[in-house]
């Protein structure tokens, strides 16, 4: 074995036992320190811009909070009611002033006429490229579709 000469190198010292061991754990530390640091400042930052946008989002945005429906009232017919009685009021079954309320509703009200136009885009039965019935808007009114089912 080959003893190097110690008194060359003057300014090194002899290391006591377990100095190098506790340079070892002191690095591995600070390199997971860092380490931590490096991928956890991020995942802080995104959880808490989350939280942010969860909290201060609005109700679109939150899952917790329903929409509040809208309810407009026009012709003294509020949007419910209108809902509710879209039915009679296609067929006609209401009485004249009622109809004429609901009518002026309709022509009013924007989120009517859309569910009114669904429903009736969702019930009219199509043959080709034309419509049954005989009616003045192009549905086929309860009249006509009694008759059609009369041998």
């Known amino acids: 074995m080959v ?57 679109a945005n939150s899952p917790t909070r329903p929409q509040p429906l809208q309810e407009f009232n026009f012709g003294s017919v509020t949007c419910s009611e209108f809902q509710a009685s879209m039915q009679p009021f296609a067929m006609e079954q209401l009485s004249p002033a009622q109809q004429q309320a609901f009518a002026l509703h309709l022509q009013q009200c924007p989120v009517c006429q859309a569910k009114m136009d669904a429903v009736k885009k969702a019930e009219m039965p199509r043959i080709g490229k034309n419509l049954i019935g005989n009616s003045s808007n192009g549905f086929q009114t309860h009249r006509t579709l009694l008759a059609s089912n009369v041998d």
Do not use: Y
């Open 3 to 59: 003893r190097q000469n110690i008194e060359a190198h003057s300014d090194w010292q002899e290391c006591t036992p377990g100095t190098i061991g506790d340079l070892r754990k002191r690095l591995n530390a600070d390199r997971r320190r860092k380490s931590i640091a490096r991928i956890g400042g991020p995942i802080v930052v995104m959880a808490v811009l989350g939280m942010g946008v969860w909290t201060f989002g609005g109700p």
